[in-house]
């Protein structure tokens, strides 16, 4: 029976784990000539931990502020992300 697949959907938080998925969904995307969407994931350990902390340091930095770097973070690392896919084709 075969797959008809059209749209796949991976999570990341450009872990070292999630490396080897992030790169079977490329392969598999290309495979099967579907649409690949990509989706960073921030751990809520880390979230929570930050904006906890965010208190008691002598900063600046708010939990908005804090929500903005992980965002420019991760379209940093999606575009590098992208870029290497595609340069493996």
């Not at 029976?1 to 998925?21: G, I, K």
């Not at 690949?36 to 751990?43: A, D, F, K, S, T």
């Not at 902390?53 to 991760?74: C, R, V």
């Amino acid at each position: 029976m075969p797959v008809d697949m059209q749209t796949l959907l991976v999570a990341t938080d450009f872990s070292a784990a999630s490396e080897p998925a992030t790169t079977y969904a490329f392969c598999l995307t290309r495979a099967l000539r579907a649409r690949l969407y990509l989706l960073h994931v921030v751990p809520e350990e880390e979230l929570r931990l930050m904006t906890a902390i965010s208190q008691h340091l002598q900063s600046s930095l708010t939990p908005a502020t804090l929500t903005d770097i992980f965002y420019a973070e991760a379209d940093k690392r999606m575009t590098k992300l992208l870029r290497s896919s595609v340069a493996e084709r």
